[in-house]
């Protein structure tokens, strides 16, 4: 155990005072010890001054708020990340029972007259991004509630959800764009299709947040595809109808 010798300090009275007549040797800048040791002394107080003060504002202010206020920062700085843009690893095809039969015994999903390919979602959109009135006639579409001219007829109401994994040797068949809602906010867009290469630029960023729909310019095999749900839509509760299809959709 090593003993330290203390030398040349001395207490008087109760107030633990230092004698000024205590040698004390210059330092190499002609500082004595002793000067140097009051001013050491003064820069502890103003350091645990400030740390009070700081101990004070942080009370006031409230630790919940700086909290707040430092994840609200990394958030934007997420959101104005080109990179947080993640390209979809599968994508959907929501369709009527009798489509879906008429697909497994072609052997394959035939390509739309409009726009001359097969059309597909991704997941964010059907779970985060259509509202809920803009998922609900997508539904009832499918489902044969809604008469179109080349739409999907449906006796039974039943919807299907495929499934397709994304090749990406393939990637160059694949466009997508933001969907133009009724009702909704549809400035600065456009019908043009934007190649799937082009997912995380941020020029893009702003289009992204938008409900998304995707093309694939080829007839899709049924080795391609995955069946994932079927849902009677005569059973969903009238209430919350929409949830729980989300639930059974498996998406």
């Excluded at 206020?69 to 994508?91: E, Y």
């Excluded at 990637?171 to 082009?198: H, Q, T, V």
């Excluded at 729909?213 to 007839?219: A, D, N, P, S, V």
Aim: with cysteine.
């Amino acid at each position: 155990m090593k003993i330290y010798n203390i030398t040349n300090i001395t207490f008087q009275n109760s107030n633990n005072s230092i004698p000024s007549n205590l040698n004390n040797p210059k330092t190499e800048t002609g500082q004595s010890k002793f000067e140097q040791f009051k001013q050491d002394k003064a820069l502890t107080y103003i350091t645990g001054g400030l740390g009070i003060i700081f101990l004070i504002g942080l009370g006031k202010f409230g630790v919940r708020k700086i909290a707040k206020a430092i994840n609200a920062a990394r958030t934007q700085k997420i959101s104005t990340n080109s990179d947080t843009i993640q390209k979809p690893q599968f994508l959907y095809h929501m369709t009527s029972i009798e489509n879906y039969n008429s697909i497994c015994a072609d052997g394959y999903i035939r390509k739309s007259i409009i726009d001359d390919g097969v059309f597909l979602s991704d997941k964010n959109t059907i779970r985060n991004k259509y509202d809920d009135n803009t998922l609900k006639r997508m539904i009832k579409w499918y489902g044969g509630y809604m008469q179109h001219v080349g739409g999907p007829i449906s006796q039974s109401h039943k919807i299907v959800i495929l499934r397709i994994p994304i090749n990406k040797s393939e990637e160059n068949l694949y466009k997508w764009r933001p969907i133009k809602l009724l009702g909704g906010n549809n400035d600065g867009l456009s019908d043009a299709w934007i190649n799937f290469s082009d997912i995380g630029k941020e020029e893009f960023n702003r289009l992204w947040q938008k409900p998304i729909e995707f093309l694939y310019q080829k007839e899709i095999p049924t080795d391609k595809i995955e069946k994932i749900a079927e849902i009677d839509l005569t059973k969903l509760p009238q209430r919350n109808s929409i949830s729980k299809f989300k639930k059974l959709s498996n998406i």
